[in-house]
């Protein structure tokens, strides 16, 4: 009996590496402190009725965000492993087997768990302020939305401990993925991690698109909303295209696994090709997903930050479409090699040229938008500037890969690998950072302090260019992606020393930010104008943080750039228009439903992994009754009486 | 189907609130009727997103159609007479679901639940029709889902299909009950509303599936 | 909530009692019937051996478009939409990914040398 225990317990928990014992006991002193520190303050109460089951924008966006840094550790973590493994030839630090597994998680987790829920965080902390609305169209699932992809990711990094991880690559390609090579269950979390929370991206894209589409302040056309918002309208559509074609993908080569069905299998007439089609055409997408709400990022910035309206509104509003129709239509430019023939081939490097288009349109705008602006150099504008240059190299380079015969000497080598990274580092973590710094005081009511973030700014930004120059010379070296080691006679060390030196700089870097963070929380006054940057659309019309029904009455948007017209009219001494009187105002309740529903999918979830139908079965049993349960409920909105506007808008405003 | 009541609330909110800029914050019952059609709106988006779905299982059904492994093609396998019952099955169950949709708008309860129940016994019998097809094949034809490349494909389509199905036959169930309950209220109205373009879309889905896999793979 | 109030709403010819949008008994059974007759046609086609080959191919594929042509005017009254019009929007755009995605992997899989 007992050996039995202990042969299970053998299999269930990875075992047999220091490196994972060590995190093994991290995650267990970090679990107790939680709990502890929970109990002892009694804030259970507290943490479940003000975040867990709010279907407030802003906290659930705060809640993003902080998912997103953590999953942004543990991405980077696996960076480091990995640069630290690869910096000499001959290296033992890392098995071949714990490589193959760190490079899988590192690319799910940073597109999907970290740059996923980073946007997500921002859409939904920025959207309903910045269009003047008092939440998103849809709270209760917004709020789904997000613990599915709470559990999805933890499902995902619970692999890490028990199972054993993924190690089939990012997109798990079969036959690798499937039941014959990788008998494991590290496929069957990717499959689940990935495919829960894959609703939950799905659901949100549905979610803004009808924010922005029916829930703008009045006056607000579509071609007077900020850049962002566009933004941010371009990319959900693109997700919503692109989604469904992910869980279809994931869901067959779950029947392949489970199921024993032969749609990417060797034998039985299945066809490994198939899924590398099918899985590009969302991953292609994606990219651009995660891309296109860096580019409002980056307008909104530019704007705010050279004093004048953004240049090319409408060429950039074009761009933006544009990216995201041609975005479906270049997917199998990763897989020119596959031999599809020259006329296939041809086709998408042409549509891949022609997506250069648009993004080359942008930089030209955000580049005349700062010609004769009065510009000041603040962390969100410091990180603009540092993405322009990285992002135009990287698009120069996607464009010498996306040269179909040039690509069977580029594919899978480290030119790629440096060109993805130039992209998705240069654009969507700058990006993203710029955001974060930018709205920052929205969300807490104070900056963060600028020097530690000049300090970070130059570590990531020089600490990438040390980092990934050398790469691009790898690849033409010849050395491919996915290699744990090299000999000396490669003659690949010094590069390598270099890019492995530069990774190391990113990590202080992002030490800095969290010096930065806890520094400023310590340290850094509040912020009582609700204006700090002198900003230009409404969200910075209302103090920081917003209150929970964001504003006391509707905001009339007739121009672009509202909130700054409003602030010229006032300066020239013009009155504010006579504001209409309070009425109560309609709100959402909270609910502890999307929280538990997506725990049950969890459950169901790790049931499938391990095949236990008895964990399964309940599991998708609490799923139905949770939304039956919903479906039954009527009572899910309140109203706000005048009396307590009108004491939250007087604490907010002070007199004003 | 929303757009009706955007187009008319939109109406009356102008004409009720011209003085402060044609915008209620308030309670009113407009507002209740605009968070419906928002709703609408979204399951709208859905549906599409469905659409993808199951194009991308046609996709694969198309792609993989011809790898038969030496197992039962689709010539050998189909058997047309269920396959049509279940099509005017399914065709009729939309129209009636569309007089549901009648009956609630002239206010009619009784009615509503009735043809309501009507299409929920058409999609049960059609459900009934599947599960058999499926379990004929499998027990008297051997073609499981492991058989063949095809044979995955042509199960998975055709039974996502019938999932869906079956999800909604839960849905209108629980519905009926609502109604039951609480009557024609601008919410039970929207529900309505939205299970029956569900129920459109499936027999629209259902016109591919029987064109091309069923008449497709018998021609 | 906020709804924005621009964009002009269509004609504006449906007051509250006509219940224009929500089709009348007459528009649903003319695309019952119409749904009947696409059905038969494509079965007596090729079950019949009336058509073969390409022809056959046509056959079902414009019946089959024509139905869910039907279904979308008569049973979802796509057409009684206001502006602006982001139903049928979505769907268009829904509709060229489906056709991409179908088209574009038979394509890619034909050309794919190795899946042969």
């Not at chain 1, 504003?551 to 013009?574: N, S, V």
């Not at chain 2, 169950?93 to 609630?104: D, E, N, P, Q, R």
């Amino acid at each position: 009996m007992f050996e039995k225990i202990k042969e299970f317990a053998s299999e269930f928990f990875v075992t047999g590496d220091p490196l994972i014992y060590g995190a093994d006991v991290g995650i267990a002193l970090t679990l107790i402190s939680i709990v502890v520190v929970l109990t002892y303050f009694k804030r259970w109460g507290w943490l479940w009725r003000e975040w867990l089951t709010s279907v407030d924008h802003k906290k659930i966006g705060i809640m993003y965000i902080i998912a997103s840094l953590l999953m942004l550790f543990r991405g980077g973590v696996d960076a480091l492993l990995m640069r630290t493994q690869l910096a000499m030839p001959d290296m033992q630090f890392l098995e071949p087997e714990h490589y193959n597994q760190i490079f899988t998680t590192h690319g799910v987790i940073m597109i999907l768990f970290m740059a996923m829920p980073l946007m997500f965080g921002l859409f939904n902390i920025v959207i309903p302020l910045q269009i003047g609305a008092r939440d998103v169209a849809y709270p209760f699932l917004n709020s789904l939305s997000f613990w599915l992809f709470f559990w999805g990711a933890m499902l995902f990094n619970m692999s890490f401990v028990i199972g054993g991880s993924p190690n089939a690559g990012w997109l798990a390609y079969p036959p690798l993925s499937e039941l014959s090579h990788s008998p494991g269950v590290g496929q069957d979390f990717y499959i689940w991690g990935i495919q829960i929370s894959g609703i939950g991206s799905l659901m949100t894209g549905i979610n803004f698109i009808v924010t922005i589409l029916k829930m703008r302040a009045p006056g607000m056309k579509l071609m007077k909303m900020p850049m962002f918002t566009w933004s941010t309208l371009s990319s959900c559509i693109t997700i919503i295209f692109a989604f469904p074609i992910l869980t279809v993908t994931l869901a067959l080569l779950f029947l392949d696994r489970y199921l024993g069905a032969h749609f990417f299998t060797l034998d039985g007439g299945g066809n490994p090709m198939m899924y590398i089609n099918l899985i590009w055409m969302w991953g292609h997408p994606e990219v651009y997903i995660v891309v296109l709400p860096a580019f409002g990022i980056f307008s909104e910035i530019v704007s705010t930050f050279s004093r004048k309206k953004l240049f090319g509104y409408k060429s950039m509003v074009f761009a933006l479409m544009s990216i995201s129709f041609f975005s479906f239509f270049t997917w199998a430019h990763h897989f020119f090699t596959m031999g599809s023939g020259a006329n296939v081939n041809a086709f998408f490097a042409i549509t891949t040229m022609i997506i250069a288009i648009p993004t080359g349109v942008k930089v030209f705008n955000w580049l005349f938008t700062m010609f004769r602006g009065r510009i000041s150099y603040k962390s969100p504008m410091l990180w603009t500037m540092g993405f322009i240059p990285c992002f135009v190299v990287g698009g120069m380079t996607g464009v010498l890969l996306s040269v179909a015969p040039a690509d069977f000497q580029f594919h899978n080598s480290y030119f790629l690998i440096a060109h993805f990274h130039q992209v998705l580092i240069g654009g969507v973590a700058f990006g993203y950072f710029a955001g974060l710094y930018y709205w920052w005081p929205k969300m807490f009511g104070f900056k963060l302090n600028e020097k530690l973030g000049k300090w970070a700014f130059w570590l990531w930004n020089i600490g990438f260019y040390v980092c990934f120059m050398p790469q691009y010379f790898l690849g033409l070296d010849g050395m491919t992606r996915r290699v744990s080691s090299y000999g000396w006679d490669m003659g690949w060390g010094p590069l390598n020393l270099v890019s492995t030196i530069g990774g190391f700089l990113m990590g202080i870097g992002f030490l800095f930010q969290v010096w930065q963070i806890a520094h400023s929380i310590k340290f850094m006054e509040r912020d009582t104008t609700g204006d700090p940057w002198n900003g230009r659309t409404l969200e910075w019309s209302i103090p920081s943080p917003a209150p929970v029904y964001n504003f006391a009455t509707l905001p009339q948007a007739t121009e672009q750039d509202a909130w700054w017209e409003e602030k010229q009219r006032r300066e020239q001494g013009q009155k504010p228009a006579a504001q209409p009187p309070l009425e109560p105002i309609h709100m959402p309740r909270n609910s502890g439903i999307p929280f538990i529903k997506s725990f049950c999918w969890f459950v169901a979830g790790f049931g499938f992994v391990f095949d236990w139908l008895w964990i399964a079965i309940p599991g998708l049993a609490g799923v139905a009754i949770c939304m039956l349960i919903r479906s039954f409920t009527y009572n899910t909105d309140y109203y706000i009486p005048v009396d307590e506007i009108k004491r939250t808008e007087a604490a907010l405003r002070g007199s004003v | 189907m929303e757009t009706t009541f955007l187009g008319r609330k939109r109406k009356r909110l102008e004409a009720a609130h011209a003085d402060i800029g044609g915008h209620s914050a308030g309670g009113s019952h407009d507002e209740h009727h605009d968070h419906e059609s928002l709703k609408t709106f979204g399951f709208w988006i859905f549906l599409i997103t469905d659409c993808i779905l199951f194009g991308t299982l046609f996709a694969t059904y198309i792609v993989l159609r011809g790898n038969t492994n030496g197992g039962p093609t689709a010539e050998e396998l189909f058997q047309m007479p269920g396959v049509i019952a279940s099509t005017f099955i399914l065709l009729t169950s939309s129209f009636t679901s569309g007089l549901a949709v009648l009956s609630m708008n002239r206010g009619n309860v009784k009615g509503l639940i009735g043809w309501l129940a009507v299409t929920a016994l058409l999609g049960a019998s059609f459900i009934t029709l599947e599960i058999t097809e499926f379990v004929h094949m499998v027990q008297a034809e051997n073609a499981t889902i492991g058989t063949s490349a095809f044979l995955s494909a042509f199960y998975t389509l055709v039974g996502t299909h019938g999932l869906h199905v079956s999800l909604g036959l839960v849905w209108m169930v629980a519905l009926m009950i609502q109604l039951a309950r609480h009557g024609i209220t601008a919410v039970t109205k929207r529900k309505v509303n939205v299970i029956s373009l569900y129920w459109h879309f499936l027999d629209v889905v259902w016109i591919f599936v029987f064109t091309i896999v069923y008449m497709m793979g018998v021609m | 909530m906020a709804q924005q109030p621009n964009g002009s709403h269509g004609a504006g010819g449906h007051g509250h009692s006509s219940h224009k949008g929500h089709g009348s008994f007459k528009s649903y059974l003319i695309g019952f019937l119409l749904s009947i007759v696409l059905t038969i046609i494509p079965l007596v086609a090729i079950l019949k051996d009336l058509v073969e080959g390409t022809a056959a191919l046509v056959v079902l594929l414009v019946t089959a478009v024509l139905q869910f042509i039907v279904q979308l005017l008569f049973f979802m009254h796509l057409n009684e939409e206001d502006k602006p019009r982001y139903n049928l929007m979505t769907l268009i755009f829904g509709l060229v990914i489906v056709l991409t995605i179908v088209a574009g992997s038979i394509w890619i899989m034909t050309n794919n040398a190795v899946a042969h």
